[in-house]
């Protein structure tokens, strides 16, 4: 059998490859970046042993990449993915400047509040910017978080710890919330997030700069509202009701973008893996 006779570890099926086909995907990661910063020992690791400001773009494309070979690649290929980033993972080490205390990159722990972030963003994104006639049902979202705990364990994390459900998810965040903070690593990540930094030529003569600030200034602003409180967001008092809403609506008009432009932001390329799903996908409609 070949690397593509496969359907994956998922498939056409899934609630995975429903949500990972969504055109606001992108979005919903950038959501993740900005709110995986918010873990002082995960930022730490990624502000001391990566190259993300010095590589965004190129950083942020493989991130891409690998989230689409584990989504819509054949079984070998999902883990070979995965192998490499443990391979990654097991190099990196350092000492937390808090406490003292030696980490691991494949620590569980980091690696389970980076999946969850991602989870929670994936859902949360895409639920929100679809019209009610395409709505996410309760089912299939408990559905895409139970079929995730698959990516967690390629990374290394026990799959008996890791949420199922929306509601263990919900669980997740209440325990792990009094660990986060905004650090000065955390404020600089996000800022990269929105406003990566461009070369003069492009500024000057392409439309990514407005486009990818609008895109991922309205991702950053889908932050759940005690995140958006941590990075000091300007917020009328008890107007959290209503900048929710009104970001719901920012979600659903991007969504509409990204729909007529299929899918296509300036300066950033469809995966191979996404190519094929998503003509797979069409054949069989």
């Known amino acids: 059998m070949g690397d593509h006779d496969d359907d994956g570890l998922f498939g056409p099926g899934s609630a995975t490859w429903e949500l990972h086909t969504d055109p606001m995907i992108g979005p919903a990661g950038l959501r993740a970046l900005v709110l995986q910063a918010l873990h002082p020992l995960a930022m730490h690791v990624v502000a001391q042993h990566s190259t993300f400001k010095q590589e965004t773009w190129q950083r942020l494309h493989r991130t891409g990449e690998y989230v689409d070979a584990i989504t819509f690649g054949s079984t070998a290929e999902a883990h070979r993915a995965a192998a490499r980033v443990r391979g990654i993972h097991a190099r990196v080490r350092g000492t937390d400047p808090e406490t003292g205390l030696e980490y691991r ?24 910017s679809r019209p009610a006639r395409e709505a996410l049902s309760d089912a299939t979202a408990d559905r895409y978080v139970a ?22 998810l919900a669980a997740y965040f209440e325990e792990v919330r009094p660990h986060l903070r905004v650090t000065r690593e955390a404020r600089e990540a996000a800022s990269y997030v929105i406003a990566p930094p461009l070369e003069a030529r492009t500024l000057l003569s392409t439309p990514v700069a407005p486009v990818w600030f609008g895109v991922a200034g309205t991702a950053a602003a889908s932050l759940p509202g005690w995140a958006r409180r941590m ?25 509409l973008a990204l729909v007529r432009s299929a899918g296509k932001v300036p300066g950033v390329e469809l995966s191979e893996h996404r190519r094929r799903a998503l003509a797979r996908l069409a054949e069989a409609s």
Do not use: K, M
């Open 105 to 128: 990159a494949d620590d569980e722990d980091l690696l389970l509040w980076i999946h969850c972030a991602l989870v929670d963003s994936i859902l949360d994104v895409v639920a929100r």
């Open 147 to 168: 079929e995730q705990v698959i990516s967690a364990e390629l990374v290394g994390v026990r799959p008996e710890v890791v949420p199922a459900s929306r509601a263990d």
């Open 231 to 255: 990075y000091a967001v300007p917020e009328l008092p008890g107007a959290e009701a209503s900048n929710d809403a009104a970001v719901t609506v920012g979600l659903r008009g991007l969504r």
